[in-house]
């Protein structure tokens, strides 16, 4: 059988068929390279945090400094090697100069996460897949989740009404670290699409203190791909969060809720999951991902083997998926012969710009009121929506037997549960301050059995207060 050609240098072997078009090794590296270059100079911001300057535009002694939030995918692995060949370039073009340093930020959720992380970065740091020149140019941060609670310096006991779904606040002050922690927060949700949500806010929330706590740093290079940013979108849709889209694909302002201190730059937003996935496995970077099956969907040469038994090792039924996962799951199905859905899905959301705001939530003076738990904008009052549509109240009990049914319930687990939920319920809204929550939040606290949530104040002198993190070096 004949070998097919690359189409682009027409001369090797391909091994790589993406978006209908065959690579051989080499230019498929530098097609995906590209992609993310061609994004990290895409204004003259971010050129001048990229390449290296002289004279009059000097700034931070020359070398700009970049977040790069670090998960151990694919993603990670690839933005991380293009960012190298770069550093590369510029060592050896300016004569051992180069125009910026990395800062490379991973979170855990528990220890045995934490040591899958420090024994796949050992294993990469001890490679010989760069040399020591290069690895100067890198830090490598450990935080751990817990300091989202442990490093607060104030939280807030926020309780939602369960008839008519305004929320107050209370000061809160946790005894010890066991009281409340990021496992419990966790278990109190209800299903894994509250709990994927709740750990989302938390890990961006942690990734951009560290950024707002670097006074020389303004880009945090956010490695999702294109596959990741289309789900994230049909998953801020179906939660009822699509005013979101706009603010958070935007990459052009300062990110006004970490007081405008850095832009969030996406360079992977025009690459498939499946192209990094094959990017990893033809630079050998593969072998040091973490909490993730990579798909040689497009390699020409694959081990069909291999594939189906990675595959019958990740089926997850429907019900259990986040709604994340499902539409991930359908644009995996599809990336092959219909990749275009997804370049379509992230243009959509690209294009899309901030609601105007229509209807202020009660009580609320300011222009623009912002969810206290994800921070986001709220464009209008989701709970005078919710009222509407929602009829909670219950009707009075008239009969002996409906009295008596109310004191079996009264002492059962969950009238017992109750009591306990009206008795905070009305000292929040006797001492309590107003908190403000957008309609994703509100379904996701009404979820919860309890309807209250232990959260951190979101103001200046908690994004001040140091996090605990620390760095792994030789």
């Not at 299903?191 to 709740?198: E, G, H, K, L, V």
């Not at 990110?255 to 730059?265: I, P």
């Not at 409906?402 to 969950?414: A, D, F, G």
Request: hydrophobic content about 35%; aromatic content about 10%.
């Amino acid at each position: 059988m004949t070998a097919i050609k690359c189409k682009r240098c027409k001369e090797n072997d391909a091994t790589v068929k993406s978006r209908k078009e065959p690579f051989c090794d080499a230019c498929f590296l530098k097609f995906v390279s590209l992609k993310q270059r061609k994004l990290m100079m895409t204004d003259e911001f971010y050129r001048d945090h990229f390449k290296v300057l002289y004279g009059k535009d000097l700034k931070n002694n020359g070398v700009s400094k970049i977040v790069v939030p670090f998960d151990f995918s694919s993603s990670s692995f690839s933005a991380l090697d293009v960012l190298v060949s770069l550093l590369k370039e510029q060592n050896l073009q300016h004569r051992g100069r180069v125009g910026f340093r990395v800062k490379i930020i991973t979170v855990f959720k528990n220890e045995q996460e934490r040591e899958l992380f420090e024994q796949s970065w050992k294993m990469f740091r001890n490679s010989d897949i760069y040399d020591d020149q290069v690895w100067l140019q890198f830090e490598w941060h450990l935080i751990n989740a817990e300091s989202f609670f442990r490093d607060a310096k104030d939280l807030q006991q926020i309780i939602l009404h369960h008839q008519d779904f305004n929320s107050m606040g209370l000061q809160y002050e946790l005894k010890d670290n066991s009281e409340y922690n990021i496992e419990v927060l966790l278990a109190r949700c209800p299903n894994r699409n509250t709990r994927n949500d709740m750990w989302i806010f938390i890990v961006s929330h942690l990734i951009k203190k560290f950024a707002y706590q670097q006074t020389d740093c303004e880009v945090i290079l956010w490695a999702h791909s294109m596959t990741k940013l289309a789900d994230h979108i049909i998953g801020l849709v179906v939660k009822g969060r699509g005013a979101q889209i706009a603010a958070s694909l935007n990459s052009t302002v300062f990110d006004s809720d970490y007081g405008a201190r850095f832009k969030n730059l996406y360079p992977l937003k025009n690459t498939l999951l499946s192209e990094l996935d094959a990017y990893c496995i033809i630079t050998g970077l593969n072998k040091y991902i973490v909490n993730y099956t990579v798909k040689n969907d497009l390699m020409i040469t694959k081990d069909i083997k291999e594939k189906s038994a990675d595959l019958s090792q990740n089926v997850r039924l429907v019900k259990n998926m986040t709604i994340n996962e499902l539409a991930r799951k359908y644009f995996n199905d599809i990336e092959g012969e219909y990749s275009n859905i997804i370049a379509t899905v992230l243009r959509t959301g690209d294009k899309l710009k901030p609601p105007t705001i229509i209807n202020k939530p009660e009580g609320y003076s300011n222009e623009i009121s912002k969810c206290s738990i994800c921070l986001n904008t709220i464009y209008s009052n989701p709970s005078e929506w919710l009222r509407n549509i929602a009829i909670n109240r219950g009707h009075p009990i008239e009969t002996k037997e409906e009295q008596e049914l109310y004191k079996q319930w009264q002492s059962s687990q969950v009238g017992i549960q109750t009591e306990v939920y009206l008795t905070l319920r009305n000292k929040a809204w006797s001492e309590g301050h107003d908190i403000p929550l957008c309609y994703g939040c509100i379904i996701n606290l009404n979820g919860i059995k309890t309807r209250e949530i232990i959260w951190p104040k979101h103001e200046e002198d908690e994004l001040e207060n140091v996090l605990n993190e620390f760095e792994l070096s030789d």
